[in-house]
C-alpha cells in the first residue's frame, strides 16, 4: 500500500447545501464512525488535500471558490460529491440559483446519493475514492498524464 | 497609528462547517470593523412554493436547514394549517413537540462540539459529538432520519411512537443526564475555555434589543425572549420557563446553551408523562386561502414563517425569516474591537447556520 493509501487527507467545501450532508460528514470524524483511525485527516487547507469531499448543488456564487479549490488541490486528486444535491442538485434541481450537480462545474469521481448521506455510505464513498486516487497516482507515474 | 489591512476570512475555513465570508479590518492584530458577505448558500428555495404542492413543500421546508430541520417543517405545517383551519390532534402536537426538543438537544450538542473546536480543545468536541449520536440515534429509531426527518404533514404528522418507545426514551433520558452534566461541566469550570470566552465578545443588553438578536444570543444578553414561552404545539402543557443569563459574553451564550440542554431533556420527560391517546394525522382537503405568520423557537432563535394562499394548490409566497439572520448584525457589534484570535470564538457563539439564513 502506498502512503496515499494509508493516510488520505480530505477537504471538505459546503456548496449550497442544506447542511444535513455536511454535518455528516463530520459525524464521520467523530467516535461512533472515527475515520481518524484510518489515518483519514480532515484539512482546510486545499494544498495538503487529496480528496475533495463536496456537498450542495453548486450556486453562482460558489462555482468560483469550487473551481479554486479543486485547482488548488496537488494531483492526483479525487472528488466525492456527497449527497443527491451535489450528485444532480436533488430537491432543489429547479432552483433559479443552483447549477444541478458538481459536475456542471468540476469532474466528479465517485458519487455519493442520499438525503442525508448516511455517514456508512460516505465513508463507503472515500474508500472507493482510495482506489481511484491509486489508479490515478500510477498512472501519473507512467507518465500516461494527469485527469 | 499603524496601517490597516483587510483579511478575509472565509468562505472555505477550517472553523466554518458552511461558507460565510467575512472582511476583517485589522489594526495589527485587533480586529476594527468586520464586514460580512453572504451567498454562498442561497438556493431560492422559497420560489418554488410556486412549483410545488403546498403538502410537498413540507419535505422543501425541513430542508432549508439540515440542523433545524424538523423545526423547520413543524412550523411551516403549523403556519398552513392555521390558515386552512385544521384541527391538529393533540397527541400530534406532543409529537411535534418532543421531536423538536430532540432536535434542539442535537443541535446544542453539536454547536458545543464545534465551539470547543473553535478554541482548538479537541477532546472536548469529541465527546459532545459522541453524546450526540445517542440523540440521533432515537430520531432515527422513532422517525426514520437521522438529520432529515420528514415525518410532519399538513395535519398532524406521519409516524406515531408506541407507548413502549416512549418508556425506552425515557429511561434513556434519565441514563443521559449525568453524562450531561459531565460534559457541560468541563464548559463551566474548566479554566482554558474560561479564558477563551469570558468577556470576550461583548454584546450589552440594550444592544442586543435594538441590534434584534434573538434565541441564545439575546438570552446570554439577560433579555428573556423565547418563543416556546408563547405556547405553541404542546408548550402550553408543559411548564416552560427559559433560561437567562446576563453576562452577555462569549461565556454567558454558552451557558445559556449547556443549560437549554436540560429544559429540553425535562420538557420531553414531561412530554411523554403527559401524552394524550388518540389520532396523529387528520385528513386535510382542498387548498388553503388567507395568510399567517407562524413563530417557533429553533435551537438558534426565533424563526417565521410566513405563508400566503390564495385557493391554489401552490401557494403565493412562503417567506421565512432565520434566526441567523437576525444575529448577525449582533455578531458585526460583537466582532468590532475584539483580537484576531478570537474571530472564530465569536463568530460560533451565534451558532451561525448559513443554510437557514440564505435558503
Known sequence: ?147 | MSKQIVLPFGPQHPVLPEPIHLDLVLEDERVIEAVPSIGYVHRGLEKLVEKRDYKDYVFIAERICGICSFIHSATYCHAVETVMEVEVPRRAEYLRTIWSEYSRLHSHLLWLGCFADSMGYENLFMNSWRLREKILDVLERTTGGRVIQGVCRVGGVSRDIPPEELARMSRELAGLRPELRELTRVFEEDITVQTRTKRIGLLPKDAAWDLGAVGPVCRGSGISSDMRSTGYAAYDDLDFKPVVKSDGDCYARCLVRAEEMFSSISLIEKAIDRIPGGDVLVPVKGNPSGEFYARAEQPRGEVIHYVKANGKKNLQRHRVRTPTLANVPALVKMLAGCELADVPVIVLTIDPCIGCMER
Open chain 1, 1 to 147: 500500500m502506498s502512503y496515499l493509501q494509508k493516510s488520505p487527507w480530505i477537504i471538505h467545501y459546503d456548496a449550497s447545501s442544506c447542511n444535513g450532508c455536511d454535518i455528516e460528514v463530520l459525524a464521520c470524524l467523530t467516535p461512533l464512525y472515527d475515520v481518524e483511525r484510518f489515518g483519514i485527516l480532515n484539512t482546510g487547507n486545499p494544498k495538503h488535500a487529496d480528496i475533495f469531499v463536496i456537498t450542495g448543488g453548486v450556486n453562482e456564487m460558489n462555482k468560483e471558490v469550487v473551481r479554486n479549490i479543486y485547482e488548488q488541490m496537488p494531483h492526483p486528486k479525487v472528488v466525492v460529491a456527497v449527497g443527491i444535491c451535489a450528485c444532480s442538485g436533488g430537491v432543489f434541481r429547479e432552483c433559479y440559483n443552483i447549477s444541478g450537480g458538481v459536475n456542471t462545474v468540476i469532474p466528479v469521481d465517485i458519487y455519493v446519493p442520499g438525503c442525508a448521506a448516511r455517514p456508512e455510505s460516505i465513508i463507503d464513498g472515500i474508500v472507493q475514492a482510495l482506489g481511484v486516487l491509486e489508479k490515478k497516482k500510477t498512472a501519473m507515474l507512467r507518465g500516461e498524464g494527469i485527469a
